[in-house]
């Protein structure tokens, strides 16, 4: 699909009078919009619910949006449980999808209700001693192992992904039988989570996923008469980075997992499990924007566009080497007739946000605006280089420009040094 930025020229010039480049930007707009189809695509599942992966946008004005848009939070860490409970969250709108997860962490989801989802079957000890007791509401993360493929066809496989590779979950065995331990225990509400394959770009991911974590369902009451109260599809709905790709279509996707809980559990009279998602890139990666500034140009071997951004605002593009689309500002209908490599200032040759990038011509003050950076941008980044963290602006519906989080200061990169910084050397 083409990839239009969601703020013009004109916008971002009116912006920089008071908040300087570079920034990230996010879209209410989208972000509400694409929240309400995913809300109707499983709204034939009574229980469904969106638990937003904090870690893709960790940011309480983002949570804010979505919960009013009846997501709940899925949780990671201790400063992610902090955040969802100070903006008002409690109890089931909060999930707690952890590993290798400090006893402390444990204590607090139990404390403020949170669902805790054991990525291990040691986990059931440790939790017990951590919380007191087995909380009533507790769900298991299932790992399957192998190879995860998806739709083969003369390219390749649609999806592969390697769950036998993966640090996560609970073999089958180990599954069932921590489903009985947490019933001895006191467990009254059971559910299951499990996360095979990353970013898929595919309409069948979810109902593949469905099928199979559907059919252990049934399993798994046949064996141990758990019946699950909820099955979480977790997050790895993808997104199109590149214009080219297909985009996955959320109404599609919700009816392929309906037809996966008609087949499977409707005939074994499991018809009231909810459907969770804990999706992360597909809520927020294509609303926000990183808005640089063209600050160099230099022609060596190669012809270089420095910008006032670096891998350390977003560093998909240099780890990944993921492809993040970009937009000059004012130039959006002019011939992309310039091949750039598009660099930040980091001392490393992987910060680049684009190779070989075929653009308008790039003067110097023009402002670049690079996509898809609303999940997994800002969060990602880091102070290599003495690089600060950059602001997070929200686009109002209105069209007001709102800052959520201010840009870090020098001071603040200072701060954790006190000792040191008194000393004034
Ligand atoms: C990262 C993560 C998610 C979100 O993944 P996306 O690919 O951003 O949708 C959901 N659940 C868990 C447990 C995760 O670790």
Request: aromatic share 10%.
């Given at each position: 699909?083409?990839?239009?930025?969601?703020?013009?020229?004109?916008?971002?010039?009116?912006?920089?009078?008071?908040?300087?480049?570079?920034?990230?930007?996010?879209?209410?707009?989208?972000?509400?919009?694409?929240?309400?189809?995913?809300?109707?695509?499983?709204?034939?599942?009574?229980?469904?619910?969106?638990?937003?992966?904090?870690?893709?946008?960790?940011?309480?004005?983002?949570?804010?949006?979505?919960?009013?848009?009846?997501?709940?939070?899925?949780?990671?860490?201790?400063?992610?449980?902090?955040?969802?409970?100070?903006?008002?969250?409690?109890?089931?709108?909060?999930?707690?999808?952890?590993?290798?997860?400090?006893?402390?962490?444990?204590?607090?989801?139990?404390?403020?209700?949170?669902?805790?989802?054991?990525?291990?079957?040691?986990?059931?000890?440790?939790?017990?001693?951590?919380?007191?007791?087995?909380?009533?509401?507790?769900?298991?993360?299932?790992?399957?192992?192998?190879?995860?493929t998806?739709g083969e066809s003369k390219e390749g496989f649609q999806v592969m992904?390697?769950?036998?590779?993966?640090?996560?979950?609970?073999?089958?065995?180990?599954?069932?039988?921590?489903?009985?331990?947490?019933?001895?225990?006191?467990?009254?509400?059971?559910?299951?989570?499990?996360?095979?394959?990353?970013?898929?770009?595919?309409?069948?991911?979810?109902?593949?996923?469905?099928?199979?974590?559907?059919?252990?369902?049934?399993?798994?009451?046949?064996?141990?008469?758990?019946?699950?109260?909820?099955?979480?599809?977790?997050?790895?709905?993808?997104?199109?980075?590149?214009?080219?790709?297909?985009?996955?279509?959320?109404?599609?996707?919700?009816?392929?997992?309906?037809?996966?809980?008609?087949?499977?559990?409707?005939?074994?009279?499991?018809?009231?499990?909810?459907?969770?998602?804990?999706?992360?890139?597909?809520?927020?990666?294509?609303?926000?924007?990183?808005?640089?500034?063209?600050?160099?140009?230099?022609?060596?071997?190669?012809?270089?566009?420095?910008?006032?951004?670096?891998?350390?605002?977003?560093?998909?593009?240099?780890?990944?080497?993921?492809?993040?689309?970009?937009?000059?500002?004012?130039?959006?209908?002019?011939?992309?007739?310039?091949?750039?490599?598009?660099?930040?200032?980091?001392?490393?040759?992987?910060?680049?946000?684009?190779?070989?990038?075929?653009?308008?011509?790039?003067?110097?003050?023009?402002?670049?605006?690079?996509?898809?950076?609303?999940?997994?941008?800002?969060?990602?980044?880091?102070?290599?280089?003495?690089?600060?963290?950059?602001?997070?602006?929200?686009?109002?519906?209105?069209?007001?420009?709102?800052?959520?989080?201010?840009?870090?200061?020098?001071?603040?990169?200072?701060?954790?040094?006190?000792?040191?910084?008194?000393?004034?050397?």
């Amino acid at each position: 699909m083409e990839k239009k930025p969601f703020v013009t020229k004109e916008q971002v010039e009116e912006i920089v009078k008071k908040y300087p480049t570079p920034f990230h930007i996010y879209d209410e707009k989208g972000i509400r919009e694409n929240a309400r189809k995913l809300k109707a695509a499983f709204a034939w599942n009574k229980g469904f619910k969106e638990y937003f992966a904090v870690k893709a946008t960790p940011n309480p004005s983002i949570l804010r949006i979505l919960h009013e848009e009846g997501c709940g939070t899925d949780c990671s860490s201790m400063a992610e449980l902090v955040m969802s409970h100070k903006i008002g969250l409690s109890g089931n709108d909060i999930m707690f999808s952890s590993n290798d997860t400090p006893d402390e962490e444990f204590a607090y989801a139990a404390e403020i209700g949170a669902t805790i989802n054991l990525d291990d079957i040691t986990h059931i000890p440790f939790v017990k001693k951590a919380c007191g007791s087995i909380p009533k509401r507790i769900s298991c993360r299932y790992n399957p192992g192998g190879v995860f493929t998806l739709g083969e066809s003369k390219e390749g496989f649609q999806v592969m992904d390697n769950p036998g590779d993966a640090k996560y979950g609970m073999t089958k065995d180990q599954l069932m039988e921590a489903y009985s331990t947490l019933k001895a225990e006191g467990a009254e509400e059971f559910g299951m989570h499990a996360f095979l394959a990353s970013n898929t770009i595919s309409n069948d991911y979810y109902p593949a996923l469905a099928k199979i974590l559907f059919s252990l369902a049934v399993e798994i009451k046949e064996k141990t008469g758990v019946q699950l109260k909820f099955i979480n599809l977790s997050g790895g709905v993808g997104i199109d980075y590149k214009p080219e790709q297909p985009a996955n279509d959320i109404t599609k996707i919700g009816e392929g997992v309906k037809k996966a809980y008609e087949e499977v559990l409707v005939p074994a009279g499991m018809d009231d499990v909810e459907i969770y998602t804990e999706l992360g890139r597909f809520m927020l990666a294509p609303y926000g924007h990183l808005i640089t500034k063209a600050i160099h140009e230099k022609h060596i071997y190669k012809e270089y566009i420095g910008v006032d951004a670096c891998a350390s605002n977003l560093m998909r593009p240099a780890v990944y080497g993921s492809y993040h689309h970009i937009t000059v500002l004012g130039k959006e209908n002019a011939p992309a007739d310039q091949t750039y490599d598009v660099t930040g200032s980091l001392c490393e040759n992987c910060d680049k946000f684009a190779v070989d990038r075929k653009l308008p011509k790039i003067e110097m003050g023009d402002y670049l605006a690079i996509h898809d950076t609303g999940a997994h941008g800002f969060a990602m980044g880091y102070n290599y280089n003495g690089r600060l963290w950059s602001a997070e602006l929200l686009l109002r519906e209105n069209g007001d420009v709102t800052q959520i989080r201010r840009a870090e200061t020098i001071d603040d990169y200072f701060a954790t040094l006190d000792g040191f910084w008194n000393l004034d050397i």
